[in-house]
C-alpha cells in the first residue's frame, strides 16, 4: 500500500489498474481524456495486460466495450457529457443485456451553450438507463469506487457509473492510498461469464413479444432493488479490508440530533463536511446526509436517516427542465407523508463555483425560507 | 474452391426454420456462407430482416452465437468481441458483423469505417437488397438510381454509392463483391475473408422479391442477370489485388431492369443511359 497524490482521472485509471481490466474502449473528450491516457500509458509500458480499442465515437466505445463484454472479458470505459448523450442508446441497452461495464463520467455540463466544465447533468441524464450510478466526494473515492463498481456490477450483472466532476475531481490532485495488489485480486476475483461463446451458443437479444418483453424488465429491476443490498454490502467488505467504508447508498453525517440537514451528491459532499463541522461549533444542529449511490435511488434509507429532522436543503448541479433539481425532486417524492420542510436549490451548473461559501448562504437562506420551496429554486445567479 | 455444391458440408448452420419470406435472398446469403465460416463463428447482426428472421423470443435458427446488435454497432461490438477473445488466448473464432445496406453504407458507416481503419481482425458482411426492406423498403445510399421504393414513388434520383470501393479505399485486408447466385464463388471468398488476420468486407447482392417487385421464386435469377448485365460485378481486391472472378455474358441490362416492378418507370433514355455508363465503367474499363 502507498499513498500519492493522484487527480481523480488517475484515480480512476489506478482503480481499473488494479481490477486488472482486459478491454477498455474510448473515444477522447475533454475532461475525461487523462484518465484514457493514464489507461493507454499502463498498457504501453506492460503494467497491464489490456486490449485497447481505439474506436472512432464514443457510441462505438460503450458498443466495443459492450461486445467485449458479452465476449467474457471485465471491461472498462470513460467519457462524459456529449459523449455520454451520444452513447445512449448502448447505455440502456448495456443495462438491457445485463453486461457489468464499468464506465468512469468525468460529469461535465451539457450544450447548448457549450460548455466544458462540471456539472451532473450528463450523469442524470441517464437516470432511467438501468445503469448503477455511484457519485464520489474525493479522488479516493473513485479509486475505491471504482474497485467496488466492478464487484457490484458482476454480482447483480448490472452496468455501473462511477461519477467524479470534471476538473473539480477530474483535475485536481489529491492524497490517494494505493491498495495492494494481491488484496484486491482477492476482493475481485476475475470470473468470466461468456454470452457470446462457440462452447455454448446462444441468440442474445432476439425480438422480444409483449409475452416476453415486460418479464425481462421485470427481472432487470429486481437486479436494481438487488444493488441496494449490495452496494452495502461490498462496501462494508471494502472498508473491512481496506480500512476505508464509504457507507452503503447514503452516509449520515453529523446526524445523532440534526434539525437542519444538507443533501447532496459529489464533490459538494467534501466541502459540506467542513461546513457543517464550523456550523456544529457554534452550536447549530446541523447534519450531511451524502447520496452516494443515485441508482438505484436509497429512498428506503432517506427515509430512515432523515424522519426526525425539521429542514432539509438539498442542492442539486443539473437541472431537469420543467422540473426542478434530479435529487431534490426524488427526495421529495421519498419524503412523502414526513413531517419536515424541504428547500431544493439549483446550484453550480456549468462550473459555477460552489465552495464552502456558498454552501453556508444556501443554509442560510434555506432557514430563512419559511414556506417550503414548491420546486426548486435557483442559487447563485 | 469447392468444385460443386455436393462437395459442401452437409450442415445447415443457419436457415432451417428462419423466419424470412418465401425466396428470401437474405436467408440464402446466410446458409451460404456458413458453409465456409463453420461452426468456430460469432455473428452480430444489426437492426434488419436478418436480425429478425434469425430468432425470436426462445427460438432461433441459428447454430453459432448470434447477438442482434443495436442498428450503427455490429462491427464496432465485433471488434470489442475479438479484442476480448484476443486478451482470453481464444484465435480460432471468426468474428463476423453481417448487416443489410442500410447497417453498412448509411447509419452503420461510421462503426464501420472505424473497424476497417483499425484492420480490426473480422468480416464485415453487407448484404445488399439496394432498400430499407425490414421498415417497409424505402430508399437508402444502395438503391439504385431510378427505383420506385416506399418513400421515393417516382424513383431515386440519385446514384447508388459504390461501398466496394470505398471499402477498398481503406486498404484493408480483402474486399470481395459476391452474389447468391454463385454460391461457389461466394464460399470461396468467406473461406478467403477468414483466413485472413485483419479486416475483411464483403458484399453480397441479394434481392429482396418484395422490394425488387419480382415473383419470389425468381430471387436467384434476378441476382444472376444483375450479374450477367454486368450491373454487379464480381470480383475480389486480396491484398490489393484486385482480379475479376467471373467474366459476365454481358446481356442487355434491360433484361435485367425491365421485368423488376421498381423499375417500371424506367425510360428507353434512361436505360440507354445506365447501358452507356456500364460500357464505359465496367470494372474500371480493365
Not at chain 1, 487527480?7 to 478491454?23: M, N
Not at chain 1, 434509507?301 to 427542465?321: F, G, M, P, S
Not at chain 2, 458482411?125 to 416506399?150: F, H, K, L
Not at chain 2, 419470389?216 to 454486368?230: D, N, Q, Y
Request: one cysteine or more.
Amino acid at each position: 500500500m502507498s499513498t500519492i497524490l493522484l487527480t481523480g482521472s488517475d484515480a480512476a485509471a489506478y482503480g481499473a489498474k488494479l481490477a486488472r481490466i482486459e478491454v477498455i474502449a474510448y473515444y477522447p473528450i475533454t475532461p475525461a481524456f487523462p484518465a484514457m491516457e493514464r489507461i493507454s500509458k499502463f498498457i504501453d509500458d506492460g503494467e497491464l495486460n489490456t486490449r485497447f480499442v481505439r474506436v472512432e465515437c464514443d457510441h462505438s466505445a460503450l458498443a466495443a466495450a459492450l461486445g467485449a463484454s458479452l465476449a467474457g472479458s471485465r471491461t472498462f470505459t470513460v467519457t462524459n457529457s456529449q459523449g455520454l448523450l451520444y452513447m445512449t442508446e448502448v447505455v440502456y441497452h448495456t443495462a438491457g443485456l445485463r453486461q457489468p461495464v464499468v464506465m468512469a463520467v468525468a460529469n461535465r455540463a451539457l450544450s447548448a451553450p457549450h460548455s466544458r466544465f462540471p456539472e451532473q447533468g450528463d450523469a442524470i441524464s441517464q437516470g432511467a438507463s438501468g445503469w448503477i450510478q455511484l457519485f464520489c466526494e474525493n479522488n479516493q473515492e473513485v479509486l475505491d469506487n471504482m474497485l467496488q463498481a466492478f464487484k457490484i456490477a458482476e454480482t447483480v450483472r448490472l452496468p455501473v457509473m462511477v461519477n467524479y466532476e470534471g476538473y473539480i475531481q477530474s483535475h485536481t490532485l489529491e492524497e490517494v492510498e494505493i491498495p495492494n495488489q494481491e488484496k484486491i485480486d482477492q476482493f475481485l476475483p476475475l470470473n468470466r461469464v461468456r454470452t457470446l461463446d462457440v462452447e455454448n451458443p446462444q441468440g442474445v437479444n432476439t425480438v422480444a413479444s409483449p409475452e416476453f418483453y415486460m418479464d425481462y424488465k421485470f427481472n432487470q429491476n429486481q437486479a436494481m432493488e438487488q444493488a441496494k443490498t449490495v452496494i452495502k454490502s461490498v462496501a462494508t467488505d471494502y472498508g473491512k479490508e481496506f480500512g476505508r467504508d464509504w457507507s452503503g447508498l447514503i452516509e449520515a453525517y453529523q446526524m445523532e440530533d440534526a434539525e437542519h440537514v444538507f443533501v447532496a451528491m459529489g464533490s459538494m459532499i467534501s466541502d459540506a463536511r467542513i461546513v457543517v463541522d464550523e456550523l456544529r461549533k457554534q452550536g447549530q444542529k446541523v447534519g450531511l446526509i451524502k447520496v452516494r449511490a443515485w441508482r438505484p435511488f436509497p429512498a428506503e434509507a432517506l427515509r430512515e436517516a432523515l424522519k426526525k429532522v425539521q429542514l432539509i436543503t438539498v442542492c442539486d448541479k443539473n437541472i431537469v427542465h420543467g422540473l426542478g433539481g434530479a435529487l431534490g425532486t426524488e427526495l421529495k417524492a421519498a419524503l412523502y407523508g414526513q413531517a419536515v420542510r424541504i428547500n431544493s436549490y439549483i446550484l453550480g451548473l456549468g462550473g459555477r463555483n460552489v465552495s464552502t461559501e456558498e454552501i453556508k448562504k444556501v443554509l442560510e437562506l434555506s432557514e430563512k425560507t419559511a414556506k417550503q420551496t414548491t420546486a426548486s429554486e435557483w442559487f447563485g445567479l | 474452391m469447392a468444385q460443386s455444391i455436393a462437395d459442401l458440408p452437409k450442415e445447415d448452420l443457419f436457415g432451417q426454420g428462419n423466419a424470412g419470406c418465401g425466396g428470401c435472398g437474405a436467408a440464402v446469403a446466410g446458409r451460404q456462407a456458413m458453409k465456409a465460416l463453420g461452426s468456430r463463428t460469432i455473428m452480430t447482426i444489426p437492426a434488419s430482416c436478418m436480425a429478425t428472421l434469425g430468432g425470436s423470443n426462445l427460438k432461433t435458427t441459428w447454430q453459432i452465437p448470434f447477438y442482434h446488435t443495436l442498428f450503427e454497432i455490429a462491427p464496432a461490438v465485433s471488434s470489442g468481441i475479438r479484442a476480448a477473445l484476443e486478451v482470453q488466448g481464444i484465435e480460432d473464432v471468426n468474428v463476423v458483423s453481417w448487416a443489410g445496406d442500410a447497417g453498412t453504407a448509411d447509419i452503420g458507416f461510421q462503426s464501420l469505417s472505424g473497424a476497417a481503419e483499425r484492420n480490426e481482425h473480422m468480416i464485415h458482411v453487407c448484404y445488399d437488397n439496394e432498400m430499407y426492406m425490414n421498415t417497409g423498403g424505402q430508399t437508402g445510399s444502395q438503391t439504385p438510381m431510378y427505383a420506385i421504393t416506399s418513400n421515393m414513388t417516382k424513383g431515386k434520383q440519385g446514384k447508388k454509392k459504390n461501398m466496394l470501393t470505398i471499402m477498398e479505399a481503406h486498404g484493408i485486408d480483402y474486399v470481395a463483391s459476391a452474389s447468391i447466385a454463385y454460391p461457389l464463388d461466394l464460399i470461396a471468398k468467406f473461406k478467403k475473408a477468414a483466413a485472413k488476420l485483419g479486416f475483411s468486407y464483403i458484399h453480397i447482392l441479394a434481392p429482396c422479391h418484395r422490394g425488387w417487385q419480382v415473383p419470389p421464386e425468381k430471387t436467384i435469377e434476378f441476382a444472376r442477370l444483375a450479374v450477367e448485365s454486368g450491373l454487379f460485378e464480381l470480383f475480389e481486391v486480396d491484398e490489393g489485388k484486385r482480379t475479376r472472378t467471373l467474366e459476365p455474358t454481358f446481356i442487355p441490362v434491360e433484361e435485367y431492369l425491365l421485368p423488376q416492378g421498381r423499375f417500371k418507370g424506367l425510360t428507353q433514355e434512361a436505360i440507354q443511359g445506365i447501358q452507356a455508363s456500364l460500357n464505359k465503367h465496367y470494372g474500371r474499363g480493365e
